[in-house]
């Protein structure tokens, strides 16, 4: 595809950086070019459904929680903070950060976990590789001159800054522990568009505009999680005072985020939080003034997180303005260790309770049975998927198109259309 005629200037990124994959003229010379792609994101249909998506406590259950949306918008306002303090353009992190989530399917970790073992014959499903492809394929907003979808057909470098793991799964590097990361950020079928804006960079280094889109994530999920956790009466923040307590969330805060950690490290991590003069020091009781107490300790962790990156990544490249590859987001060892331990105490008290496990197996069964029904009535589909599938040329790619249309369905909503195939089963006996 052809690339664009690019809008005003923005400093410190070239020509280059603006283009699209497919050509544009500048509609409004007064608005940046990573201004329009924000607002391309802030109004798609993608955006509005993530308002109805489990981040960790099912939307509807309780008013307060946090969705999908509400969870994009806090990762977006702290990512564009630490972009404004480091000198990259604020709109690219920030709509890197209201896209991070687009891909995610319903009912959380747990359908991208159904969806993956679905897709397992087809190159799996992955809730990253899925939002390239909502924003550069699904989402209906620009067609290339030969007809193909490019979905918000954003910039080269937002579409970058998109992408937590530049990497497909078979070109997945190694972690820390020497097997191969399990995450990865594009599908086969994707790799022309990841091609034009991965362009000139190194095979799998990440641009400082999406570590920060990763770091404001980590900030706000562990944060924010906690929060959700303790008002929702799941965590008691006093309850690790014991051996046996303490003992669980070292464990899944080393399974689940710090694979290498030491016992003592997570120990003295979960000391430093508790010992802040904002740690709470009273049991969480639903009032007003614990409630206040809960934001303002929420606050205060954001600032300390964001502020020691800021200050470690200063430290290293001084204070020249920093944008793309100009450096790398310096992260304190002692500040990772934290958010995974405030990871891990969500974790441990929401996501493993037996209570949430059953309700996972329900829901695993509803997106199972809902892509073998797609499979086998695709006109059931909205009728954009139903088209996608029979342009389709192979199984798998027609695979490929049930599960886009199964992941991009809400919480609810895939709820609606598995009430709706039992009842038009049923009317077949």
């Known amino acids: 595809m052809a690339n664009a005629v690019v809008s005003a200037g923005v400093a410190g990124y070239s020509a280059h950086d603006q283009e699209r994959w497919v050509a544009e003229s500048a509609k409004n010379p007064r608005r940046t070019a990573f201004q329009r792609d924000r607002a391309r994101v802030l109004h798609s249909s993608g955006l509005r459904r993530l308002g ?110 998109c992408t937590k793991y530049p990497w497909s799964r078979d070109d997945a590097p190694s972690g820390k522990t020497g097997a191969p990361v399990r995450k990865f950020g594009v599908y086969d079928d994707d790799r022309e568009v990841f091609d034009f804006f991965r362009d000139g960079h190194p095979d799998g280094e990440r ?80 009032s007003r003034r614990a409630q206040a107490g809960l934001k303002h300790m929420t606050s205060q962790l954001i600032g300390r997180f964001a502020g020691a990156a800021e200050a470690a990544t200063r430290e290293e490249y001084g204070w020249e303005p920093l944008g793309r590859y100009d450096g790398s987001l310096v992260v304190p060892e ?39 029904y797609f499979s086998e009535r695709p006109e ?26 199964v992941a991009s369905l809400t919480d609810h909503s895939a709820w609606t259309a598995y009430h709706r195939m039992q009842a038009d089963e049923a009317s077949l006996l």
């Open 380 to 405: 059931a589909m909205d009728r954009m998927f139903f088209l996608d599938h029979q342009e389709a040329d192979t199984d798998a790619d027609r695979l490929r198109v049930v599960v886009d249309q």
């Open 207 to 286: 641009c400082l505009e999406a570590q920060l889109m990763d770091l404001a994530d980590d900030i706000s999920y562990s944060v924010h999680d906690v929060e959700d956790a303790v008002f929702s009466g799941h965590l008691d923040l006093f309850a690790y005072e014991h051996d046996h307590a303490l003992g669980g969330l070292i464990d899944i805060t080393r399974s689940w985020y710090l694979p290498e950690a030491r016992d003592g490290d997570i120990v003295k991590a979960l000391d430093r939080l508790q010992s802040a003069a904002y740690w709470p020091e009273e049991r969480y009781d639903g």
């Open 52 to 161: 109805a998506k489990t981040q960790v406590v099912s939307p509807g259950s309780d008013d307060f929680v946090r969705t999908r949306l509400t969870h994009s918008l806090e990762v977006a306002q702290v990512g564009r903070e630490l972009a404004r303090y480091l000198g990259c353009d604020p709109e690219i992190v920030d709509t890197a950060c209201l896209s991070h989530d687009l891909g995610h399917p319903p009912f959380g970790h747990n359908g991208e976990t159904v969806l993956d073992e679905i897709c397992s014959g087809i190159g799996g499903f992955e809730g990253n590789a899925q939002t390239l492809r909502v924003i550069t394929r699904l989402e209906p907003k620009v067609l290339s001159t030969d007809g193909r979808p490019a979905g918000l057909n954003l910039t080269r470098a937002t579409l970058d800054a």
């Open 334 to 372: 002692a500040t990772r260790t934290e958010i995974a331990v405030l990871k891990g105490l969500a974790t441990v008290t929401v996501m493993v309770a037996e209570d949430r496990l059953r309700l996972q197996r329900i829901q695993a069964r509803v997106l199972s049975t809902l892509c073998e």
